[in-house]
């Protein structure tokens, strides 16, 4: 290989910064301000912002969801209490949320296992079967007849008969 090039050949690309060229040796009174309005205005607040932001998070909660309390059920309430009334109800619709998500993160798992096995499906995925069929099963009895416009008075009223027949059942069969 040859060592020089041919630099007609091979052309270097201009830059694109161009060049500053001063022609005269007084200061940039554009600088000067710049400089200024960091140190006297930008600073001081980005420093205080900063500064506050760290204060406030201190007690900040990483977590994606609002952790609630629990809450005391109907049952537990005193009569004429409206706000545990209250509470209560919306303790069981939080519950009642959950509880549908359960069933349906179960029927997904069951729907994957499915997929997966294909025609093995009956025997790869009987605990799968077994859960979902269990998960359902306590889904129903809880929420079953309770329809859309269902609250945690109907519901408690609904395990109260249910508990009522066990009994009465049990006492049957004695």
Same mark, same amino acid.
């Given at each position: ?5 041919? $630099?007609?050949? +091979?052309?270097? %690309?201009? #830059? ?10 007084? %200061?940039?009174?554009?600088? +000067? &301000? ?9 600073? %001081?607040?980005? &420093?205080?912002? @900063?500064?506050?932001?760290? $204060? /406030? ?10 952790? &609630?309390?629990?809450? %005391? ?8 209490? +409206? ?7 919306? /303790? $069981? ?26 025609? *093995?499906?009956? /025997?790869?995925?009987?605990?799968? =079967?077994?859960?979902?069929? /269990?998960? #359902? ?5 809880? +929420? @079953?007849?309770?329809?859309?416009? @269902? *609250?945690?008075?109907?519901?408690? !009223?609904?395990?109260?008969?249910? !508990? =009522? ?7 049957? *069969?004695?």
């Amino acid at each position: 290989m040859p060592e020089d090039h041919d $630099w007609e050949a +091979y052309k270097v %690309p201009p #830059t694109r910064t161009p060049v500053s060229e001063r022609a005269t040796s007084v %200061p940039n009174p554009i600088d +000067y &301000f710049q400089t200024a309005f960091h140190y006297v205005l930008d600073a %001081p607040v980005t &420093f205080i912002r @900063g500064w506050i932001e760290r $204060w /406030q998070n201190k007690d900040k909660f990483y977590y994606y969801h609002q952790k &609630f309390r629990r809450v %005391p059920d109907l049952s537990q309430c005193l009569e004429g209490d +409206y706000l545990c009334y209250y509470e209560a109800e919306a /303790q $069981w619709r939080r519950d009642r949320m959950v509880d549908q998500e359960i069933v349906e993160i179960i029927r997904e798992r069951m729907a994957a296992c499915k997929q997966r096995e294909g025609p *093995n499906q009956f /025997q790869n995925c009987a605990k799968e =079967m077994e859960l979902l069929a /269990q998960v #359902t099963k306590a889904y129903q009895d809880r +929420y @079953g007849d309770l329809g859309y416009h @269902g *609250n945690a008075r109907t519901c408690l !009223m609904k395990q109260k008969h249910r !508990m =009522m027949e066990e009994r009465k059942a049990a006492q049957e *069969n004695q």
